[in-house]
């Protein structure tokens, strides 16, 4: 026999086991999950790659999994016709923790024993393979890759710091691809391998699963079956004048064991809308892209004509933790469908501008080729239309979340998603009208709760022209700003900037419903009061003072003006029409140093 290799488990993977078995004792059964979720990922694999390389589907045309369960001894086999490991796979996927899954898993367990521990949201992560030993005190993985010609077995145990690898040599055991898991129960857990159980929890679990999932069962039909008579009743029938008086027919039922389609395999997004409820909209999203939060809106769609898609689109409840987001996102949050087949989640770049990056979904289209690449996808003229389509699309879906009657939804999504619209003022020009009423600000007027540009259009006063706000880099600072003073006294609202994007991004927009944006800091604000005998007789009474300041300063100031824009304080610095605001200039500086 070929030797047994051991290996030690990579000291994350030990800590990782004792916390999965340590922190959902109470919800075992997500094990199954899991395992499905992993064969499901290793089909859609092997179906992505067989479309440029047929030959990978030569061995077992078939994608399937199947569940078999043998409750006498308690085991529990799953067999996939995926993508299979390696020998060098096994080691490096269910030695080592390099998974994203299991990476975010780890993140909200610390993060709910920061908050008080709270272990039902942590099953609902994903929590990956190793929950396997959740139920299992002995798991066997057996798996044959198209890349190999021999099939390994990669052994593990509960509470074992260590795992084997061998050959596979009993031809009995030989899978012509894919991957088998043999999982030997514990004692108290073998009431899984129960087939009525298995069926539950696939039924249950897997809802979503665009493969088939049999699971074996046990059938019955009935016959009608002749028996002889008793015969001694048969005696007492006297002459037995009618020979077939003699015989009876009985039903039985005759047992045998089957696969049996467990699951639905239709994609919900090929359903028709109308048939589909929000509950399965959230199970959607929350299994596929292992969220335990309900998305705060959600929107499905079919497009004809030009270009042929479907698309289910999600407004998450939290923006995605940790810094790379915005500026670099890697997301993984589209995940593009070709005719049903599952291309990739890595082009989310191509189908979203980066500032809607935190839009999660799947695109199915029609139009596009099996083989699709990124350069394919840059150049075609069918992504741009589709690129376009989402993103109105995504802007309904936010409008609709700005609309609604629970004001805490807008909130919620302003305090994590504000900052990427902000950015869309600055890289979307063609998408300003549907950025712009979603945008949200302080101002004099209401220092608690922010306020949309058209809250603040309907509260201008009948002659004003222009929108106006000051930068600065807090409320408190902003409404202490002199710049204010005569602004209050008439009681025009000033839009506070809070924000280091929120100056930059007004710029950008330039207007809104055509009045201009103005900043009270520059210095030939106009509030059309202008009074010019007044400021005649200003000048000549302050004109020297002025002359006098300026030489006092020299160049540390611009310029020296009378000014009639402040009603208390006797002076304020303010910045030249064309150059940095003063709060601009602190930004940059912030940078430079
Ligand atoms: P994740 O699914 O988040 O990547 P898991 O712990 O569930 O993390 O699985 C770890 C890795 O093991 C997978 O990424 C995959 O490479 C490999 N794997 C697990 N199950 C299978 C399977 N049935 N077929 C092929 N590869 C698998
Ligand atoms: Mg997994």
Same mark, same amino acid.
């Given at each position: ?460 006063? %009948?002659?004003?022209?222009? &929108?106006?706000?000051?930068?600065? =880099?807090? *409320?408190? +600072? ?5 710049? $204010? ?58 004109? %020297?003072?002025?002359?006098? &300041?300026?030489?006092?300063?020299? =160049?540390? *100031?611009? +310029? ?5 824009? $402040? ?27």
């Amino acid at each position: 026999a070929p030797p047994v290799q051991k290996y030690e488990y990579q000291a994350e993977v030990s800590r990782l086991m004792d916390l999965i078995v340590n922190s959902l004792y109470s919800n075992k059964e997500v094990f199954l999950r899991e395992l499905i979720s992993n064969a499901s990922d290793a089909l859609d694999k092997l179906r992505f790659l067989s479309v440029t390389q047929p030959d990978l589907m030569k061995e077992a045309a078939d994608l399937d999994i199947r569940i078999q369960t043998d409750k006498d001894n308690g085991i529990i086999t799953i067999t996939d016709t995926g993508i299979g490991m390696t020998q060098q796979e096994l080691v490096d996927c269910l030695g080592t923790i390099a998974q994203s899954g299991t990476a975010k898993f780890l993140k909200a367990l610390k993060d709910s024993k920061d908050a008080g521990g709270d272990n039902n949201l942590i099953g609902q992560f994903g929590v990956g393979f190793y929950s396997a030993f959740l139920v299992a005190e002995r798991v066997a993985v057996s798996t044959k890759s198209p890349k190999s010609d021999k099939q390994y077995v990669w052994e593990g145990e509960a509470n074992s710091s260590s795992y084997s690898i061998r050959e596979e040599t009993d031809p009995e055991k030989f899978i012509p691809r894919g991957t088998r898991l043999t999982l030997y129960l514990k004692r108290d857990e073998k009431g899984f391998a129960h087939p009525e159980r298995i069926q539950k929890l696939v039924k249950n679990y897997s809802q979503f699963v665009s493969f088939p999932i049999y699971t074996w069962q046990e059938k019955g039909y009935t016959k009608e079956v002749e028996v002889d008579e008793d015969p001694a009743e048969a005696k007492n029938d006297e002459q037995g004048e009618k020979a077939e008086k003699k015989r009876k027919t009985k039903t039985v039922v005759e047992k045998y064991w089957d696969w049996e389609l467990t699951n639905e395999t239709q994609p919900i997004w090929l359903r028709n809308p109308k048939e589909v409820t929000t509950e399965e909209y959230n199970e959607f999203y929350k299994k596929t892209f292992n969220e335990y939060l309900e998305p705060l809106a959600s929107s499905h769609f079919t497009t004809e004509g030009e270009v042929e898609f479907r698309s289910i689109l999600y407004v998450p409840a939290v923006a995605p933790m940790g810094k790379e987001d915005i500026v670099n996102p890697k997301t993984k949050n589209i995940r593009l469908y070709v005719k049903r087949v599952f291309i990739s989640d890595d082009f989310d770049g191509e189908l979203f501008p980066r500032y809607l990056s935190f839009v999660k979904g799947v695109v199915d289209s029609n139009d596009l080729p099996l083989n699709v690449s990124r350069e394919i996808l840059q150049e075609s003229r069918i992504v741009r239309i589709m690129r376009k389509r989402l993103v109105r699309k995504a802007f309904d879906m936010i409008l609709g979340i700005s609309m609604s009657d629970n004001r805490d939804d807008y909130d919620k999504f302003w305090e994590n998603f504000g900052k990427h619209l902000k950015l869309g003022c600055i890289e979307d020009r063609d998408n300003h009208k549907r950025i712009a009423p979603l945008l949200r600000f302080f101002s004099s007027q209401s220092e608690q709760d922010m306020i949309s540009l058209d809250e603040y259009v309907e509260n201008m006063k %009948p002659d004003q022209k222009d &929108i106006y706000y000051v930068a600065s =880099d807090s *409320v408190t +600072s902003a409404k202490n700003t002199p710049f $204010l003073e005569r602004l209050i006294e008439k009681q025009l609202e000033v839009l506070y900037l809070v924000d280091p994007i929120d100056e930059v991004a007004i710029q950008n927009l330039k207007s809104y419903k055509e009045k201009n944006f103005v900043d009270i800091s520059k210095e030939d604000l106009d509030l059309g009061d202008k009074n010019e005998e007044k400021e005649k007789v200003m000048k000549q009474e302050f004109g %020297p003072t002025c002359d006098w &300041i300026k030489n006092r300063l020299g =160049d540390k *100031v611009a +310029s020296v003006q009378i000014s009639n824009r $402040l009603s208390s304080s006797p002076c304020v610095l303010v910045s030249g029409k064309f150059g940095w605001s003063a709060n601009m200039e602190r930004l940059m500086k912030a940078q430079t140093t």
